[in-house]
């Protein structure tokens, strides 16, 4: 690797200022599974990496009285799944901890990186959409919010701009009756990119819908929230018609390339049908059970 | 007080298999380059130094990671075991000879991360499925054993390690 400079801030305003005073040059290191990679392999032009592991609010999980969760951004996956209360709370988001890589992995990267490193493919990011996630974001001009959907702009770009680094995600309360699911397909079971990959929460009222969200991974040049399918549902009730034309509109949605992983036919089906499995398995965590499919 | 950027040789200290060792590593360096280049642990091996492959695995602060994605400066303050501390002076690891007897390693190369990555999964789970063990080091590639002996091996030390408990 090229000679690079390393800084271990403790506080928020000591990472903006390093930040705001390097530029682009300067990136923030929080699992590093993908930036010390993408700048040993000089697909980065990064030179002063600044760790995010030694400021409070970053490395931090809480959850406050009224049930909302603040994620900080550095959080391992491996700290997700273990943690039983976040687990139950917000099933699909470690179900994405679960497939990340591998446990060494897991061991390190974090679902802040996952979702600044903006990859189209990011498995976190379709998990946090569903769930309503808000970034906590500061920067040089203060603090502000972004939702998870708006916050990815291009691959590999999003919405920070010079010397603003995310904080931490905040994630609704869970509330009864409520349930979600994410899953990718990857030709083998584990340690791939998803070629497609679905997320879904239901909020159910007895067996009607009263809130929905879906969205996907690696369909276009962002994690892309599909609105529309979640509004179709809302109403409806939670059953195998109402599943099929909600992944109708995903698949509506879906604007993916062909690329080695797939082709535009094969994503376009795959947004469907994973899209269908993964309301079936939200619903069934819903209903206190579990989905079928395992991870 | 604004935050120093480090570069050139940084001073780390750390505890690495029961010992604390000083050593000076430049910010580029990976800690498997620093095990490897400056410590002469050279168990942890370097297959693919991009995460993919689970030779450079060592346990830091009590979790598996990959050494090839981690700064050597990233591991001031903490605690490494990498696979030379993993047998003791009373002996090798159930592992180990778990290992040895099931014929769980051919060239040997992928074996000191097999290792690591199973003992800490027996650390936390003595009990693993089979179906546990395989999710568990699917990010440990082998090019000669195909697997099945690597999984028995580990089943079989899980079964050694419960009944030393
Ligand atoms: C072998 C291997 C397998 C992988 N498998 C998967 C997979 O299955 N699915 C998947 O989605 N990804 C996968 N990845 C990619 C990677 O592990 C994930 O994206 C991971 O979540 C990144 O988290 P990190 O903490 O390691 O991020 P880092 O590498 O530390 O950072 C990622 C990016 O985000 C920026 N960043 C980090 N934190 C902040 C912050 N607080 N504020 C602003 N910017 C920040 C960094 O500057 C960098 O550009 C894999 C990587 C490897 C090496
Ligand atoms: S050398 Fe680190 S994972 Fe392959
Ligand atoms: S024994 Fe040769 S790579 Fe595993």
């Known amino acids: ?295 | 007080m604004a935050t120093e950027l480090k570069s050139g040789k940084v001073h780390v200290q750390a505890t690495i298999n029961g010992e604390i060792v000083d050593v000076l590593a430049e910010p580029r360096e990976s800690l498997l380059e620093v095990l490897r280049d400056h410590l002469e642990l050279t168990g942890a091996k370097e297959g693919c130094n991009n995460g993919n492959c689970g030779a450079c695995n060592v346990i830091m602060d009590g979790r598996l990671v990959n050494s090839c994605c981690v700064l050597g400066v990233e591991a001031a303050g903490a605690t490494i075991e990498t696979i030379e501390g993993v047998a003791s002076p009373a002996g090798l690891h159930p592992l180990q000879d778990a290992f040895l007897e099931n014929a769980a390693l051919q060239c040997g190369v992928c074996t000191p991360g097999f290792i690591v990555a199973a003992k800490a999964l027996l650390d936390e789970n003595p009990n693993p499925t089979e179906y546990d063990v395989r999710w568990w080091l699917a990010g440990n590639l082998c090019r000669c054993t195909g697997y099945d002996k690597i999984v028995r091996a580990v089943l079989d030390a899980a079964e050694r390690v419960r009944a030393e408990a």
């Open chain 1, 1 to 295: 690797m090229r000679a690079i400079q390393y800084a271990a801030p403790t506080t928020v305003d000591d990472a903006v200022s390093i930040l705001a005073e390097h530029g682009p040059r300067a990136r923030m290191l929080a699992g590093g599974t993908d930036i010390i990679v993408q700048v040993r392999e000089d697909a980065r032009d990064a030179d002063v990496l600044v760790d995010a592991k030694h400021i409070p609010e970053l490395t931090s999980l809480t959850v406050d009285a009224d049930g909302v969760t603040t994620l900080g951004a550095a959080v391992p996956c491996y700290e997700l799944y273990n943690d039983a209360q976040f687990a139950a709370a917000y099933p699909a988001i470690v179900d994405a901890a679960r497939i990340i890589g591998s446990t060494g992995i897991q061991g390190r990267a974090s679902v802040g990186g996952n979702l600044c490193n903006s990859g189209p493919a990011g498995d976190t990011i379709p998990a946090l959409i569903v769930h309503t996630a808000a970034c906590n974001i500061s920067g040089p001009g203060g603090a502000r919010q972004v939702a998870v959907e708006d916050f990815c702009t291009a691959p590999g770009r999003n919405v920070l701009g010079n010397g603003e680094l995310l904080v931490s995600l905040t994630l609704p309360a869970p509330s009864a009756g409520s349930g979600s699911h994410y899953l990718r397909f990857i030709p083998r079971n584990e340690m791939d990119i998803a070629v497609v990959g679905a997320g879904a929460f239901l909020q159910l009222d007895g067996d009607t819908i009263s809130a929905a969200r879906v969205a996907l991974a690696a369909v276009a040049p962002t994690p892309l929230f599909v609105r529309e399918a979640g509004d179709a549902l809302v109403g409806a009730p939670a059953d195998e018609a109402s599943f099929a034309a909600a992944a109708d509109l995903a698949r509506s949605a879906a604007s993916p390339i062909d690329d080695m992983r797939g082709t535009v036919a094969h994503r376009k089906q795959l947004s469907y049908v994973l899209t269908q499995r993964a309301l079936r398995g939200a619903a069934a965590r819903a209903q206190g059970g579990s989905p079928s499919n395992g991870h």
